[in-house]
């Protein structure tokens, strides 16, 4: 027959000690030679398709001129892309005060076949580089992207690439707007009817 162990004689009441809180693990990532000095970007282009957005950044400070990266991205990378990116640009605001406001670009009826005849993208960049993750910080003038591949063994950066500061709230706005117009499609509604916006050139000017 086993024997009880008595119960132990009543004790004060004490604060139950603290649950230890699941830690995170800082994201890290190999940032390989070809991608590690990044590539400065005027504009940006935003298509979505059925499965995946497709972000194109130009550069036309200099002639060709041309797309120096292009994101592949899944709908819910963009949605933490648009996330991230409110986010620090509600860090930079507080910080250095709103980004410098860009002049209001000039009505254009360029179309999109016409935007790519100007642009050249050159034959390594035409299926991109995918990416599942992206970390996004500032300097007083600059956003930086790190759009990351996150496959096993170790997270690598797949693109790099510098905006001004001026661009970001910009380019928020063009990503929200093309994750609004996902939505609807994949919803099967139709876009609200509504005069279209001018097309905004894909640079400051």
Known sequence: ??????????QPDQPAAPKPQPQQAPLSARVPEKVARGVFSTGQVVLDGPKEFVVDFFQ???????VVARVVMTPQTVHELILALRQNIENFTRAFGPPPPLPLPAPSRTSLQELYD?????????????AN?????????EFFFDFLTAFYPAAAVSSRVFLPASQAPRFLAAMENAQKQHQLKMSGQ??????????????AG
Not at 1 to 10: C, N
Not at 60 to 66: G, K
Not at 118 to 130: A, E, H
Not at 133 to 141: D, T, Y
């Open 1 to 10: 027959m086993s024997e009880m162990t008595p119960p132990p004689p009543d």
């Open 118 to 130: 100007n642009f050249k993208v050159p034959d390594d960049m035409l299926s991109g580089v995918y």
């Open 60 to 66: 036309h400070l200099t002639r060709p001129h041309q």
């Open 190 to 203: 139709a876009p609200p009817q509504q005069p279209p916006p001018p097309q905004q050139p894909p640079f």
């Open 133 to 141: 993750g992206v970390l996004i910080g500032h300097s007083p003038s």
